[in-house]
């Protein structure tokens, strides 16, 4: 079956830290670049980072420059994101996607900053 399945959201203090993972199954996902999108509340989704196929290459939003880290492993089908010093404002549904045609979407998972 052709999936992505986010897992590792949770609620975390601001200044705390969560590593989200995306599990992939059913396509070759070292051929595909890989994105971190959110969705705030009431917010339309946003891309947060990106990754190339092979993962030599990132990019990210301006606002989570120096505080998130996106990876992968290709012999584990798997894409991290690696966030650290949390805010209020990166409260949101995380969403992992593949990219290109035929675009595929996780479940996404919630990511709530508060105290």
């Known amino acids: 079956q052709v999936q992505l399945v986010e897992s590792g959201g949770g609620l975390v203090q601001p200044g705390g830290s969560l590593r989200l993972s995306c599990a992939a199954s059913g396509f070759t996902f070292s051929s595909y670049t890989m994105r971190w999108y959110r969705q705030p509340p009431g917010k339309e989704r946003e891309v947060v980072a990106v990754i190339s196929a092979a993962g030599g290459t990132t990019v990210y939003t301006d606002s989570v420059k120096g505080r998130f880290t996106i990876s992968r492993d290709n012999a584990k089908n798997t894409m991290y994101l690696q966030m650290n010093s949390l805010k209020p404002e990166d409260t949101a549904v995380y969403y992992c996607?593949?990219?290109?045609?035929?675009?595929?979407w996780g479940q996404g998972t919630q990511v709530t900053v508060s105290s």
């Open positions: 996607n593949r990219a290109g045609p035929g675009t595929l």
